[in-house]
């Protein structure tokens, strides 16, 4: 929600002409009751408007960025926004709580004087089980390493040797460069593994000061990298989902981000945002998540 809110601060266009709203979360709310309409609802985008929830792990985010371009492409829709949002879900004593955490970011897809224009997306998906929660789970099950090679990076390295044969560019082209954050070591590795250098993980590698947003992970290592790029920058981004699948994004910075239709000052940057944490401990974070029952 507050995401969204800032997507319409720094950018203030009429809440009205936002023709659809997608949410990308494993934590909705509600098993049915799409949380797009709520958001739709709290930012004055509704009626006239379409919306849903999408769920592919921590891809759905960028699955819904997807969905937006296609609408806006087929002038269906003068604007979609795109969120991808989760509280991260891991059971007591998992290696999964050791990067848990919460955040999102919501994007504004439209061709009115966009601050980076997406030249071209593609993704690479196949049937892989290597991340599951089943219905009425508390929480998710993984196949521990069979996560890395097998998931996380047979999959991006797919959809970025796609995207790369489709644009003729490579690592070189780009100014810098965000994968989905699980870990502080899967997106360096990954990296290194396919050319880029430290330099262009750098702005976007939030997740060792956040954690692990799921949905949101690289959507926000994204919103981090536009707050300090500037016109002509070029940033490579691949999302990763268990289950599985990666979406790989080229985009290119415009002039705009640094014209006076976009407010960059309305709403804090992501930078901002991680500054002075207030730190819980285990105790009070396991009572907050409901993995603790008090005895009345």
């Avoid at 799921?214 to 940033?235: E, F, H, N, W």
Wanted: net charge negative; hydrophobic share 40%; with cysteine.
């Amino acid at each position: 929600m507050e995401a969204a809110r800032n997507a319409l601060r720094r950018r203030a266009i009429d809440p009205q002409e936002i023709g659809a709203v997608y949410v990308g979360s494993e934590s909705h709310p509600y098993a049915v009751k799409p949380t797009a309409c709520t958001v739709g609802e709290a930012i004055g985008a509704t009626p006239t408007m379409t919306a849903a929830d999408y769920e592919f792990a921590c891809k759905a985010g960028t699955a819904g960025i997807q969905t937006c371009m296609g609408l806006v492409a087929s002038n269906m829709v003068k604007y979609g926004l795109a969120i991808g949002s989760d509280v991260a879900q891991g059971a007591p004593s998992d290696a999964l709580e050791y990067t848990a955490a919460a955040g999102g970011a919501a994007f504004l897809i439209g061709n009115e004087d966009p601050i980076a224009e997406i030249h071209r997306t593609c993704s690479f998906t196949t049937d892989t089980p290597d991340f599951w929660r089943r219905e009425g789970q508390d929480y998710p099950r993984h196949g521990g390493r069979f996560t890395g090679d097998p998931g996380y990076f047979r999959h991006i390295e797919g959809a970025v040797r796609l995207l790369f044969a489709q644009t003729g560019k490579g690592p070189g082209d780009y100014t810098y460069a965000v994968f989905h954050q699980p870990n502080a070591k899967f997106p360096q590795r990954i990296a290194r593994m396919l050319g880029f250098s430290p330099e262009q993980i750098r702005p976007g590698l939030v997740v060792p000061r956040l954690g692990n947003t799921y949905s949101g992970s690289s959507m926000i290592g994204l919103a981090a990298t536009l707050d300090c790029a500037k016109p002509g920058d070029r940033i490579f981004v691949a999302s990763f989902g268990s289950g599985a699948g990666s979406d790989a994004f080229d985009i290119e910075v415009t002039d705009a981000i640094e014209s006076g239709e976009f407010c960059r000052g309305a709403a804090p940057g992501v930078e901002k945002l991680l500054e002075n944490p207030i730190f819980v401990t285990y105790a009070q974070y396991a009572r907050h998540k409901g993995k603790i029952v008090m005895q009345k």
